[in-house]
């Protein structure tokens, strides 16, 4: 977005630029997680969003000490702290822990790579302020935890 000023002393135009792209409703608010997955178990990495509503269009993951069949079992949206009403409880929040969305599963990493690559959806998904973002991840080696990053392509509603 550019935004175009006179300059009074000299008549000329002064463009001036946002120094990320601004759509109008969005900015970017991107997110960088990272945390460990104990060799040879399954390991839940629970990552908070935060005090105000994200809205997610990608991933980006890193890993480090990875084996050949390590997977990312899951990426969900998860209410770890039961903060949202339950629409099917009425009165009741939803139980601590409750996997509100899942929007990863199976996903097999690359044992040869710590940058798994950026994959970006063409669309954004509110995620809700004080949940949680939870990787889970399959360690299959036995010598060695992973080490696990995790950035979001996150944003910030501002229309």
Request: charged letters at 20%; hydrophobic letters at 40%.
């Amino acid at each position: 977005m550019s935004i175009v000023n006179i300059d009074p002393a000299s008549g000329r135009e002064i463009l001036l630029f946002d120094a990320f792209g601004y759509n109008g409703q969005y900015e970017v608010q991107a997110t960088g997680f990272a945390g460990v997955a104990t060799k040879n178990t399954t390991t839940n990495l629970d990552f908070p969003i935060g005090a105000e509503d994200r809205y997610i269009n990608g991933v980006h993951l890193f890993l480090k000490n990875h084996t050949w069949n390590d997977k990312i079992l899951a990426l969900q949206i998860v209410d770890v702290d039961g903060i949202l009403p339950n629409p099917a409880n009425p009165g009741n929040n939803f139980p601590p822990g409750t996997a509100l969305k899942q929007f990863g599963l199976n996903w097999n990493v690359n044992d040869e790579a710590q940058d798994q690559g950026r994959n970006q959806f063409d669309y954004v998904s509110r995620t809700y302020a004080g949940l949680y973002i939870r990787l889970v991840y399959l360690a299959t080696g036995t010598m060695l935890d992973v080490d696990v990053r995790l950035n979001c392509l996150m944003h910030k509603k501002v229309a």
